[in-house]
Every structure is written in C-alpha cells, then in structure tokens.
C-alpha cells in the first residue's frame, strides 16, 4: 500500500486508510528503534531539509533523529543562522536549498499555510508540515494518535478530551480532524474565550466549559499550553486564575473516581495548564508520546520518499 498524497500538509485532507498507513508502519519502525541497532538503511541517498523559522525542541530533534535512523543525509536550516534576515524569501531560500539536491523539506513556521505554499510551488517534492501556524501539526495528531492506541487499544469509540486554549492550537485542529476520522469521540474544554464559537458544528466536537465533567466524560485527556505569543489581547484574568478553573492537578483527577490518560504535546508549563505532580504520574504518558514520536515520522519521511517497494 502506499499512500494517497505527495505532501503531508495536514490531517484535514487525509484520507483515514492513509492514517491507518502510517500508524501500521509507524509500528513496524517502533520495533526497530527497540533494537540494539536502531538504524535501517531505508532512506540511504535521500537528503532532507529540515526548514525550521520557528522554535521547536521535540518535533525538530524528533525529525532529525528519524531521517538519521533511516540513513537519510539531513541538512538544518533555522533562520537565526540563515540569510532570511538579508530579507531572502521563504521560496528563493527553499528554491536554493532544492538546487543542492535535495529530496524532501520539512518545514516549521509560524504562519498558518505556509508549507502549502510551498508546495504548490514546488510540487515534485514532498514537503512534511511540522507546524504551520495556528493551523495544523499533522505528526503531532499522529504521534498523539498512535500513543493512545499503544496506551488503550483502538481509536474507535474511544472519548478523548482536548483541554485548553483550542483556539491557538494546531495540535488541537489535527487531533480534531484525525480522532473523528478515526472514529473517536471529540471533547473540547476550557475557557469560552479559548474555544471557537463554531467548533460544535464546524467539527462536530462536544464543548464542556465544566472540566470536571468533561474529565468524567473522557478515556483520555489531551492539554494543550496557553499559546500566550499567539493571542493578541488578553483573553482571560490571569495565570493563576486559569490553574485554579482549567489546571489539572491531582485533587481534581481524584475527585472524578476513574483513572483516565494524560497526554500533553509539550512544552508543558508546570502550575499553568497541569500541575508537576500529574505530568509526571503513572496516569501520564508524555514521555511516551515524545519516544514514539520518531516512529511516526520515520513512517511518514519513509512513505513520502518513494522509496517504498524499492
Ligand atoms: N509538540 C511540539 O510541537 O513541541 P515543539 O514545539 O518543541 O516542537
């Protein structure tokens, strides 16, 4: 099998036996990297740009470690350190990175539709979106998506709650689009100033602005940062108040008398959207998330080469 696109742009698009694709493979590389030799030769000749205008720890170390465990050669760009700030343009940088001989890009930045952008313009290379704004995180949906199925078996008819500041978040798009598709029910939490007034019928989403019911409701909990660079003005009293109405600590996980799983994409703020002493529970598994992250995306840079049935 292979999959139906060139590009991973986002989840919104893909169809749900690619998703399966991936997360089938994704299982198949997990069992390599438990292997005293973690590394295959499957990407041998194939160079990747990781084309980063944003900061990132887990998906750009995750994405550099997969193309490194599939024997990619991997270039890193970030525009700290690049010509951007000589006022070059996000497609003559990519244009001339792409005259080295490069096969595939991934790509970080900050806004929503770039890597589209891209590829449009350059279609006859795959471009992986890590993130593009307050749009979509397609691997991070994915990684959340095979962390649950690792934790407590198959997506459908499983009740996942998204808890937080939904508005700002890309993860929060793409595990939408992703856990529907897959069959799961879709909760949203959190203050109404963070929850978009369409999300109910434009995503078919439930809204419980009561966490604690919402955490009753739910198999899985999934919170997500206050992406306080991303809002314009002040959308709620301060960060204090968030923790005390939408925190999750471990009174408020005792008090709905079932163990649920934690799952947060990172970074966490610690006292802000989730208390120290539940990040690092047993009922946690963002570590988890973080090590099957590279699985995931040596699946998705291993089916977007071409070099699959090679
Ligand atoms: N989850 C996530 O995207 O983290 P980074 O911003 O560190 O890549």
Redesign the pocket.
Known sequence: MQLSTKHLLGIKDLPASDISLILSTAQQFKEVLQRPIKKVPSLRDVTVVNLFYE??????ISFELAEKRLSADTINFTTSSSSVSKGETLLDTVHNILSMKVDMVVMRHSASGAPHFLAKHLPHTAIINA?DGINE?PT?ALLDAFSIEEKIGTLEGKKIVLVGDIMHSR?ALSNIYLLKKMGAEVMLSGPPTLIPNYAKEALGVQVEYNLAKALKWCDVANVLRIQLERQQQVLFSSLREYNLAYGISSKLLASINKEIVIMH???INRGVEIDSEVADSHQSIILQQVENGVAVRMAVLYLLSGKKGE
């Open positions: 900061n990132s720890t887990r998906t750009r993130g995180h991070q993860v994409p990172g970074p």
